[in-house]
């Protein structure tokens, strides 16, 4: 089991333990292989840490399963979604409109960040 | 009327957590104008674990001195008296994130990362504003929900009711806390900082962290936790409990009399910062 952080899991990792909201209430199971649906959900539910199955450290789990090229195209998408939702409420103020822009760019640039930090490890 | 189920946490007023009793002796010591650094260095040490915190927390990035502080006299000096209650402070609530039990885990988790970034918001956005009690804002962002650790400690129930209203409708939190409780956290985490004799500007801050313009003459403060909270949810640093965007108070904002183009470094010094903390407070306190 490898306890991992949920911004280096992949899809196709394996869920060691379930996953519970800030409420107890069940996000996913035990044994549930991970999409990248729902691994944006998890992180829209704040989660940061996870267990997968596998042995050995975090970065090694992380090489095995290495994400596809358009992986990040895919998640920006999945981002966006969830980003409009939650700010559907508020968008009639200026501010928060750019709260939204800067929450856009910064998840934008998480994603070739992490990529960077992977080849050095 | 006072709702129900508030008079029913104020009758458990006893089981509320506490805070430990060195630090109610330091806050004597701070608020009494007579004591001295030696005073005040004499409680520390009595305290081991508290005295190995102190000299973490003085020697972490989060300080940024260019010397190892070796000794807690000289922690109270380089930092002053306020700085280090709020230091303590901010350990203690650490361990009342930590007493929950095993199935509470994850709850704590994000809701202490949450309070943490807000804390660390709250002092990007002081910096800013040029604010001169950094400590202090810094602890009101770590507390601003503690209402609601005490309703999953004490309202179990009317919680899960909560959370499934949010899941269903994917409403604010305060929104399901009003329609099952009738109040919301705010006005529960109100009470137990009067509780713990918090000093009053924090009680105010807590208690009106979603609506600034009642705290009164703190409504800076408010403001600054308010738009603190925001971000943090913005950019989806641990978890409030819900998943919406709870609006920017229109006052508030006009308090801070802050840019609208000041929000991305705001955002970025956050998140740089959280991540050095985080990894600081979560892993060694
Ligand atoms: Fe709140
Ligand atoms: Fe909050």
Redesign the pocket.
């Known amino acids: 089991m490898i306890h991992l952080a949920v911004r280096n899991a992949k899809p196709g990792m394996v869920l060691a333990e379930a996953v519970c909201n800030l409420h107890g209430t069940l996000l996913l199971k035990q044994g549930v292989e991970l999409t990248l649906r729902n691994v944006m959900m998890l992180k829209s539910w704040g989660i940061r840490k996870i267990f997968v199955e596998g042995e050995g450290d975090e970065d090694e789990a992380g090489d095995k399963k290495r994400s596809d090229s358009d992986v990040a195209e895919t998640m920006r998408g999945t981002d966006y979604e969830g980003l409009e939702g939650k700010f559907s409420d508020v968008l009639d103020d200026e501010v928060m409109v750019e709260v939204m822009r800067v929450a856009r760019n910064r998840l934008q640039r998480r994603l070739p960040e992490r990529k960077g930090n992977d080849e050095t490890q | 009327m006072k709702p129900n189920n508030l008079t029913r946490i104020i009758g458990k007023v006893d089981d509320l957590p506490t805070l430990p009793r060195t630090f109610l002796k330091i806050t004597e010591l701070v608020n009494s104008p007579k004591s001295s650094a030696q005073d005040l260095a004499r409680v520390i040490t009595d305290d081991q674990i508290l005295t190995a915190r102190l000299l973490k927390l003085v020697n972490s990035s989060f300080y940024g001195f260019p010397r190892r502080v070796s000794t807690v006299r000289g922690a109270i000096v380089l930092l002053g008296f306020d700085a280090i209650r709020n230091l303590l402070l901010t350990t203690s609530i650490f361990d009342l994130f930590s007493n929950m039990n095993r199935k509470g885990k994850f709850q704590r988790e994000q809701l202490w990362d949450h309070s943490l970034g807000c804390a660390v918001g709250a002092k990007v956005i002081g910096g800013y504003l040029k604010y001169d009690k950094i400590e202090e804002i810094f602890v009101a962002g770590l507390l ?2 503690i209402g609601k650790i005490v309703e999953m400690l004490f309202l179990p129930k009317e919680f899960q009711k909560i959370a499934a209203l949010i899941e269903a409708k994917d409403i604010l939190m305060v929104t399901a806390e009003e329609s099952v409780l009738g109040y919301t ?2 006005e529960v985490g109100k009470m137990l900082a009067e509780r713990w004799n918090l000093p009053s500007k924090l009680v105010h801050i807590i208690a009106h ?2 609506g600034p313009p009642h705290a009164g003459k703190f409504i800076q403060e408010a403001a600054i936790v308010h738009l603190a ?1 925001i971000l943090c949810r913005a950019v989806d640093i641990g978890s ?1 409990g819900d998943r919406k965007m709870p609006s920017l108070c229109q006052t508030a904002w006009e308090t801070l009399q802050l840019k609208v183009s000041d929000i991305e470094p705001i955002v970025g010094e956050m998140e740089a910062e959280f991540e050095d903390i985080g990894l600081f407070v979560n892993h060694s306190l």
Do not use: N, P, T
């Open positions: 601003h929900d956290h705010a962290h979603h909270d409030g």
